[in-house]
Every structure is written in structure tokens, then in C-alpha cells.
T-cell receptor, first 114, second 113 residues
Framework: DVKVTQSSRYLVKRTGEKVFLECVQD?????MFWYRQDPGLGLRLIYF???????EKGDIPEGYSVSREKKERFSLILESASTNQTSMYLC?????????????FGPGTRLTVT | GDSVTQMEGPVTLSEEAFLTINCTYT??????LFWYVQYPGEGLQLLLK?????DKGSNKGFEATYRKETTSFHLEKGSVQVSDSAVYFC????????????FGGGTRVLVKP
């Protein structure tokens, strides 16, 4: 069965802390994505990666960076967390042969920055 | 750029009621259209899709028809169940946008017994 897992379901951090959100997929997918989900705004793409060590900015990359050292793992990094980064973060993956719709999502990490 | 607008929720219904969630879009070229569903505590799942005008996507009793003339992709279900309580997202992808998914704001649906 297809699986995308995220390291934490809930996370509370303080302003200025460095935060790592981890995502792992077991489907050997080339493409991985990080979104943030906010009420009324839907999902917005932060960064995506189409191969190991490759990354592309999405629609709202400011304040974030990513790392993809291994194919199955895609990390989202908040260098210095701020309160406006309090949100739900969703990771997704997709194989190259699949159409864009065939993105498989993890359960999400709800991050609170105080 | 591309955009998706869907009706705001929450939508509260009784079991066996008819559900409609409106979705309209703006996109260049010929987008593909999708509905995703997010059940409580879970990630998003693809519910249905349509890739060209007049196509009808269907799954689990839900249907949506790609209407190019009205740039709409409304989601319908004839008789909802409590288990349909979830957040529903309309989304599109278009070649002009590099085939990235663009999502609407989501509509929360609550079905009461």
C-alpha cells in the first residue's frame, strides 16, 4: 500500500527556533512536494523536488528551505520560525510516470510557533 | 495566473440529503480538473478527475462535470452519509503552469445523522 509518512503530527516551537519537518515515502517516487494548508486558502506549494538534490521554489518559498539527500526523504526547514508560519504542513509524492493528479499525501504536521 | 474558487463552508446537511459544492476556475489553455477529499486527521485523497470539456468524473457516488463554457466543476452527491463528512478541495493543473496543482480554499462538509 502506498505510504507517505511525516515525522510528527503535532509540533510546538518557539519564535526563532530552527525547525525540521521530515517526510518519507516508500513508493520510489521521483517527485516530492511540501504544501502549507491554511483555512480559506487551500493548499499552497512551498517547494518541490523532482530528483535527489534537486529543488524548485513553489508559490510561497520565503522563510523556508528544503533538503533532498535521499530519494525517499524530503525535509522542510524553517531557518528561524515565526508566528506566521503556524500552519498545517502537508507532504506529497508522485512518480514520474504518473500524471500530476496522482499525488499521494501524508497525514500532515500541525505546527504552532509561539 | 491560474486560480480556483469554491464555495465557503461549512456546509451542514442531514443524512441522505443532496450535496452540491460549487467550483469555478480561471486558467490558460485546457486545464485538468480534480476534486480531493480530506477526512478528519488524514491527508488528501484524489476523489475524482476530468481531463477535458464535458468529461464527467465519478467515484463513491460523487460526480462532477467539466463545463468549459461556464468554467465550472461542481461536485454533487445524491444522498450523503455521515462518513462523507470531510473537507473537499477543488483543484486544477494546466500545462501553462508547469502542471503544478492549484487548489481552491476547501469546503468543510458536516453530515448529521
Amino acid at each position: 500500500d502506498v505510504k507517505v509518512t511525516q515525522s510528527s503530527r503535532y509540533l510546538v516551537k518557539r519564535t526563532g527556533e530552527k525547525v525540521f519537518l521530515e517526510c518519507v515515502q516508500d513508493m520510489d517516487h521521483e517527485n516530492m512536494f511540501w504544501y502549507r494548508q491554511d483555512p480559506g486558502l487551500g493548499l499552497r506549494l512551498i517547494y518541490f523536488s523532482y530528483d535527489v538534490k534537486m529543488k524548485e521554489k513553489g508559490d510561497i518559498p520565503e522563510g523556508y528551505s528544503v533538503s533532498r539527500e535521499k530519494k525517499e526523504r524530503f525535509s522542510l526547514i524553517l531557518e528561524s520560525a515565526s508566528t506566521n508560519q503556524t500552519s498545517m504542513y502537508l507532504c506529497a509524492s508522485r512518480g514520474t510516470s504518473g500524471r500530476t493528479d496522482e499525488q499521494y499525501f501524508g497525514p500532515g504536521t500541525r505546527l504552532t510557533v509561539t | 495566473g491560474d486560480s480556483v474558487t469554491q464555495m465557503e463552508g461549512p456546509v451542514t446537511l442531514s443524512e441522505e440529503a443532496f450535496l452540491t459544492i460549487n467550483c469555478t476556475y480561471t486558467a490558460t489553455g485546457y486545464p485538468s480538473l480534480f476534486w480531493y477529499v480530506q477526512y478528519p486527521g488524514e491527508g488528501l485523497q484524489l476523489l475524482l478527475k476530468a481531463t477535458k470539456a464535458d468529461d464527467k468524473g465519478s467515484n463513491k457516488g460523487f460526480e462532477a462535470t467539466y463545463r468549459k463554457e461556464t468554467t465550472s466543476f461542481h461536485l454533487e452527491k445524491g444522498s450523503v452519509q455521515v462518513s462523507d463528512s470531510a473537507v473537499y478541495f477543488c483543484a486544477l493543473t494546466s500545462p501553462a503552469a508547469g502542471n503544478k496543482l492549484t487548489f481552491g480554499g476547501g469546503t468543510r462538509v458536516l453530515v448529521k445523522p
